[in-house]
């Protein structure tokens, strides 16, 4: 999943995701496991909502028809905003998901630090 506050900001992943899926050898290996679900927050569009809402009220995984995460089998990589990054991590948590200590540690869900201070 990935959100954005407008359609025009999706357009990068869009590229992305259309080019692994053109990519012979990724495509292959990628197969029907890569599920691209756009949401975004200021404008009309298929998919609306902040993550962080569209999880905790199930429409991500009614829409997907998936259960909801489960840290039993679920693993989550989190990468975006400063707001965004606190109250999805807040949200993990809640669900029983535990935050990977450090590179090559094992957790639920690891936090993108490339970009921001968390």
Do not use: W
């Not at 990628?30 to 927050?41: K, W």
């Not at 039993?72 to 809640?94: H, I, Q």
């Amino acid at each position: 999943m990935r959100g954005a506050r407008s359609v025009h900001d999706l357009a990068y992943g869009d590229s992305v995701i259309r080019r692994l899926r053109e990519e012979p050898d990724l495509s292959e290996l990628i197969g029907d496991r890569l599920i691209d679900y756009p949401t975004v927050t200021r404008e009309p569009f298929v998919h609306q909502g902040r993550i962080t809402l569209l999880i905790e009220n199930g429409k991500l995984f009614a829409d997907l028809g998936m259960p909801p995460l489960d840290p039993a089998t679920d693993r989550v990589m989190v990468c975006g905003g400063m707001g965004m990054l606190k109250d999805l991590r807040s949200l993990l948590d809640r669900l029983g998901f535990h935050v990977s200590p450090g590179v090559g540690e094992p957790g639920d869900y690891v936090i993108e630090r490339a970009f921001v201070d968390t």
